[in-house]
């Protein structure tokens, strides 16, 4: 079945310093989304990308679809400490109508 | 404000008790769905459904039901709990349409069967 892997699980940064999490997926999107937890919180999400090749950002962060559908990376621009949580993708194929989330990248940033 | 809201935060239940996990959303949105989330695995799709009294499983639906007799409202059910179902339970809604719309998510309700 359709899987969506996403790297790394776990991610320790110093603050200010750069953060990128990557997903990919078995199969080709629709679209993709990303959403971020905080600890102890649920997934809010951040936004979503629907065109090939489509860069999108929001302050410091910057989130990219690949051309060919199947990946995406959400880049961090000297991270703060707010920017703590997970983050997840979740891939959308128009042909199940289901979303299908990564696993999560789990960002840490110590001051 | 889309506010979608659970109906515990914790839970402690015995094995093989019938568990009745309750969601709500105040936004009239089409979809709802129901996840679980372990450590190292993500968000699993148990059940969605689209529209009143429609469902569709997901990837994860064995040992679940679902119900959906009011719009509103998108019910779990573990016929007989088991201890592997221990898990973190979030509820989300989004509006339905061609394309794919933003989910919402529910505070979630941590299940522990013993």
């Known amino acids: 079945g359709q899987q969506v892997m996403q790297i790394p699980q776990y991610q320790h940064v110093q603050e200010g310093e750069d953060f990128t999490t990557y997903c990919n997926s078995s199969?080709?999107?629709?679209?993709i989304q990303w959403y971020k937890q905080r600890p102890g919180g649920h997934p809010v999400f951040l936004i979503q990308?629907?065109?090939?090749?489509e860069v999108k950002k929001q302050k410091r962060l910057t989130f990219q679809f690949g051309e060919a559908k199947k990946n995406s990376s959400l880049h961090i621009t000297a991270t703060q400490t707010t920017d703590v949580g997970t983050y997840f993708c979740?891939?959308?194929?128009?042909?199940?109508?289901?979303?299908?989330f990564g696993t999560g990248t789990r960002l840490k940033v110590l001051a | 404000d889309v506010k979608v809201t659970q109906s515990s935060r914790y839970l402690v239940k015995r094995t093989g008790e019938k568990v009745f996990l309750e969601c709500v959303q105040d936004?009239?949105?089409?979809?709802m769905f129901w996840y679980r989330q372990d450590p190292g695995l993500g968000l699993r799709l148990i059940y969605f459904?689209?529209?009143?009294?429609?469902?569709e499983k997901g990837d994860i639906p064995e040992g679940y039901s679902v119900s959906r007799e009011k719009k509103e409202r998108f019910s779990l059910i573990l016929e007989s709990a088991s201890t592997n179902q221990t898990s973190m339970y979030l509820c989300?809604?989004?509006?339905?349409?061609?394309?794919?719309?933003?989910?919402?998510f529910g505070p979630g309700t941590r299940l522990t069967v013993t």
């Open positions: 979740a891939g959308y194929s128009s042909g199940t109508y289901k979303y299908i």
């Open positions: 936004m009239d949105h089409e979809n």
């Open positions: 990308l629907v065109k090939s090749g």
């Open positions: 459904s689209y529209d009143v009294k429609m469902k």
């Open positions: 199969t080709t999107l629709s679209n």
């Open positions: 989300a809604s989004s509006l339905a349409g061609t394309g794919a719309y933003e989910q919402y």
